[in-house]
């Protein structure tokens, strides 16, 4: 294929140039520059470099050009993680031969046969041989199906016997061996454990696993004999022994099966995971343990990614259900993840059993999926709202009905008959709209099953970043906590948190240990917006996104530094040796400690100031909230700008071994908004 000047360059810099090339110079290798096509042929030549760097060759290369062709080969790797390349059948046949050659992974190449812009090449047989004596899983069946009919043959036998204590593997892998190479590789791409050299996993593989010839049967199958398997476990006909009831590779079976349903919103799926997945979380005896923690995780995160109500009413049976701790500590992570993925998905997310009142779980999970839809910017037909949405439900919320194409008009309880409903935010309203629904929510004494009127709401400005909550201390571990929960993805090597909503992508800046388990503290930095162009994410201004969609991103960052800031690092004091040593203790002390210790100082020291009190997170100063964490202000939930760093003299604050900066600035902030 023909390559554009700018992956040119990547590959002449990957293939050795002279030093002094101005190649070799600029800004660093900026793969969004670079179609899909274009970065399959570079991913070739950056599996050449990975070559030559681990066998300690140059091939070619002078030693000095070498740091250049790592970059470029490393800026490739990347970014074939975060976007999947396409190749042509010719770039497809030097992958194989490549990886082959090497010795490189051979998921690498079973990946390739899903991304081949073309019919795949005919000669792919020698070196699918060589690949599939070290493949794995599924990927091993593809590059036997690819190496011949006789490869083919001894390679399925020898998985038949490997599965032979595995029956729900072995029925699926039975489905897999009917199937062409595609197909194998749909399945190969949907494994839970798929190993495809780092490349980005394709966002529509469980459509096309729920597309390949046989597997929906096979799924309700699998499911259904699960289900069994653990009524017969509780009903004492099995005997129980903890986590013995799936192997891991039938408890792999059941998450593909389950997702695939899930997909498919499949009649029969609800009833048999309301059996399922309750009964494999808790033992039929008193222990605190479970026939198998890992089935239940698995179904868990399956109902997680694709929720429908009866599937997350089973989730929620499960963990009301489970007594093993850390499962339990699972499954709470999952909950709320899942009843807010029901907004994903409006088609489904209002309904309720029919002819039944709802209960009290049913109506909080269509609770949770309504303002979910928040982040989607969710709406719903009006006939489908008014069946749907419970009246003493409805009459607590404010309701926007689009009553002319772009117009929208808000009412209390029962908005006016239009083509769409949706749920009133404050970011889409004035100043004086808010004030009035904030005004009739306490005049009618209304308790709103959502915060609504009083709900936080942040304006991002017209750039692409925004450093609204950069500048704070916070502590790893309850950092993480809260970001795992809420659908937050750690990247430690660019030390960025970030959450994928839809076509745009936040990204949060933290100095710290951002990988599993870690802990210690961190700083924090400046909050990026991004939006999905094609298969590359590019920077993109706060305004061009829906503004409810921004506020609720920023809220979600609130949130995170609420929960874990507890200092602030513009103290000129905080990088030096002792502080860091105090800041490394404060950060693994529980957060309400300092609060505690914050407000306590704060009761004192504004002792005399008319008008304040003092709650759980804030310190009141008559409409105003000042956070204790952060100092940040709101007024009735909308944000208020301050800058009262030298309206009080420091003098007036005393010292506190903790924080001294950030009790300045809350106790200066309170001081101002009282005068």
């Known amino acids: 294929m023909t390559l554009g000047p700018y992956a040119q360059r990547l590959l002449q810099a990957m293939t050795g140039p002279a030093p002094d090339d101005p190649r070799f110079t600029g800004e660093p290798p900026d793969l969004s520059r670079v179609g899909d096509e274009e970065l399959g042929a570079l991913f070739v030549a950056a599996w050449q470099v990975a070559a030559e760097t681990t066998q300690g060759a140059t091939q070619g290369a002078t030693q ?192 593909r099966a389950c997702q695939v349903a899930l997909l498919r919103d499949e009649p029969w799926v609800g009833e048999v995971l309301q059996r399922l997945l309750p009964g494999a979380v808790v033992a039929p005896t008193s222990a605190r343990t479970a026939p198998s923690q890992a089935a239940g995780h698995a179904l868990a995160q399956a109902v997680a990614a694709w929720p429908t109500p009866e599937s997350v009413a089973a989730l929620r049976a499960a963990r009301t259900a489970a007594r093993h701790a850390g499962l339990v500590k699972k499954l709470d992570r999952l909950v709320p993840v899942a009843e807010q993925g029901l907004a994903r998905r409006p088609a489904i997310a209002l309904r309720l059993p029919a002819g039944a009142t709802p209960t009290r779980a049913q109506l909080t999970t269509m609770t949770h999926a309504l303002e979910g839809g928040y982040l989607g910017d969710v709406s719903f037909p009006w006939e489908r709202w008014h069946a749907d949405v419970p009246g003493d439900l409805a009459a607590r919320l404010i309701w926007e009905a689009e009553t002319a194409p772009g117009r929208w008009e808000a009412a209390l309880g029962a908005p006016p008959r239009g083509g769409r409903v949706r749920l009133w935010h404050p970011a889409r309203a004035g100043a004086a709209d808010r004030a009035a629904w904030r005004d009739t929510v306490v005049e009618r004494r209304l308790t709103q099953p959502v915060r609504q009127a009083f709900r936080e709401h942040y304006p991002a400005g017209d750039g692409t970043e925004t450093d609204m909550f950069g500048g704070y201390a916070v502590a790893i571990r309850p950092l993480l906590g809260v970001a795992v929960r809420d659908g937050w993805r750690g990247d430690h090597g660019a030390g960025l948190l970030r959450r994928d909503l839809g076509r745009w992508r936040v990204a949060f800046a933290v100095d710290g240990p951002l990988h599993r388990g870690a802990s210690g503290f961190g700083f924090t930095g400046a909050l990026h917006l991004q939006h999905r162009d094609g298969g590359q994410w590019c920077p993109a201004r706060f305004t061009d996104a829906p503004p409810v969609l921004v506020s609720e991103a920023l809220r979600s960052v609130d949130l995170l530094v609420s929960v874990a800031a507890f200092g602030l690092d513009d103290d000129p004091q905080l990088r030096d040796d002792a502080r860091w040593q105090v800041l490394t203790r404060l950060a693994d002390r529980p957060l309400g400690e300092p609060d505690r210790m914050r407000r306590a100082a704060l009761r004192r020291i504004l002792a005399g100031v008319d008008g304040v009190s003092f709650g759980d997170r804030h310190v009141h100063v008559g409409p105003y909230a000042v956070h204790l964490a952060t100092a940040r202000v709101t007024r009735d939930g909308d944000p208020v700008a301050t800058d009262v760093r030298h309206r009080v003299p420091a003098s007036a604050v005393p010292w506190l071994p903790y924080d001294e900066h950030l009790l300045e600035r809350v106790a200066h902030t309170v001081v101002a908004l009282a005068h």
């Open 64 to 255: 000095e050009t070498a740091p250049a062709a790592v970059t470029a080969a490393g800026a490739v790797r990347l970014a074939v993680q975060e976007r999947s390349p396409a190749f042509t059948p010719a770039v497809c046949t030097d992958l194989f031969h490549t990886i082959a050659e090497r010795g490189f992974s051979p998921g690498v190449a079973v990946a390739a046969v899903l991304r081949c812009t073309g019919p795949l090449p005919p000669d792919l047989a020698a070196p699918a041989t060589v690949l599939a004596r070290d493949a794995r899983g599924f990927g091993k069946l593809v590059l036997a199906a690819l190496a011949g009919p006789a490869v083919d043959a001894a390679v399925s036998a020898g998985v038949r016997a490997d599965l032979a204590g595995d029956p729900l593997a072995a029925a699926e892998v039975e489905e897999v061996l009917a199937l062409d190479v595609a197909g194998r590789a749909v399945v190969a791409e949907a494994d839970r454990h798929r190993d495809m050299g780092g490349v980005a996993a394709l966002p529509d593989i469980i459509d096309r696993l729920a597309g390949l010839p046989g597997y929906v049967p096979f799924a309700r199958t699998a499911l259904e004999t699960a289900g069994a398997r653990i009524v017969g476990i509780h009903s004492g006909r099995t005997a129980y022994a903890a986590d013995k009831a799936f192997t891991p590779l039938e408890v792999d079976v059941l998450w």
